[in-house]
C-alpha cells in the first residue's frame, strides 16, 4: 500500500542543481512549510497538515535525501549541509508560487528551518522548531556517559563508508531503534506509518548519514560563523521541547533565547514524535505562533 496525505497533490519539483523533491501540496492561502525529522518522511505531518489546509497553503517536502526525493552522492561537505537543504525549502516554495512562508521543523527538519530562517530572513515569517536544539548548542551541550543518549551522532560524523555499511547491515533493527525508543504512545505511529518509515530509511542509508555527518563539520561551522556575527532569528519563534534540559544540564529556553529574541519556548510532556503524539497540541501552538 502506498501511503500519502489524503487531499493533497503530489508533485516533483527540481530546486537549484538539478535535485528533485518529492512534495504534497494542498489548501489555499498563507503558505506554511512543514519539514520532517529522523528517520521519517513527510507523512509524520498527516495529522498536522488535515487541520491547516483548511486556510492555508501547505506545502510538505521530503527533504533531499529522505524519502522519496532523490538522494545525491555526497560530493562535498555542502551536498547535505542544512544551508543547501535549506536553500531548497526557498526554492520548492518559489516555485509553488510563494516568496515569503511559514515554516515548520521537527528534528532534523528543524535544523534545516532554523538555517533557513538565518539564511532567508525575508522569506521566512514565523518559525517552529519540534524536539532540537540548534546544531552548536546540541554539540556544545554533549559531554561525557549522558551523550550516549546521542551515541548515533557521533556514529554518523565519521568519514565516508564507516558507519553506512554498518548500518545497513542491520538498518531496521537501527532504524527502528529510534522509532519505537522515542515515542512515548506506540500507538501515535500505527505500522503501516512505521514499516513506510523503515523502508524509506533503509534506502536511503548513505544520505541520511551524509546529513548528519555535516551536522559534524559545516553546519557547526555555518552556527559558529551566525554567533561570532551576532546573527539571529528575526521571525516569531516558537519552541516545542521534551525537558531533556533537567537531564543533560542545560537550560532550553536560555540557549533558544540566544538565537530567537521574539521567542516562545515549551516543554511539552511527550515523546519525540510530537505531530504524531500531540498534533492538537502542536496545531495549536502553530496557530498561535501565526497570530503573532
Known sequence: MTLSLPG?????ITVDDGVELAVAVAGSGPAVVLLHGFP???LMWRQVAADLVADHTVIVPDLRGYGASDKPAEADENTYSKRTMAADVVAVAHVLGHDRFALAGHDRGALVAIRAGLDHPGVVTHLLSLDVLPTLDMWNILHGVD?????HLYLMAQPVGVAEPMIEATADTFFASFIDGWVSNPDAIPAEYRSEYLR?????VWSIVADYRASAGTDVRHDSEDRAAGRTLGMPVTVIQQDWGSALGYDGAALWGAWAPDLDHRILDAGHFMAEESPEVVVRALRELLQR
Not at 8 to 12: A, E, H, I, V, W
Not at 200 to 204: L, P
Open 8 to 12: 493533497f497533490d503530489s508533485r516533483r
Open 40 to 42: 521519517q518522511t513527510h
Open 147 to 151: 551523550a550516549k543518549v546521542a551515541w
Open 200 to 204: 524509506a530509511s533503509r534506502s536511503a
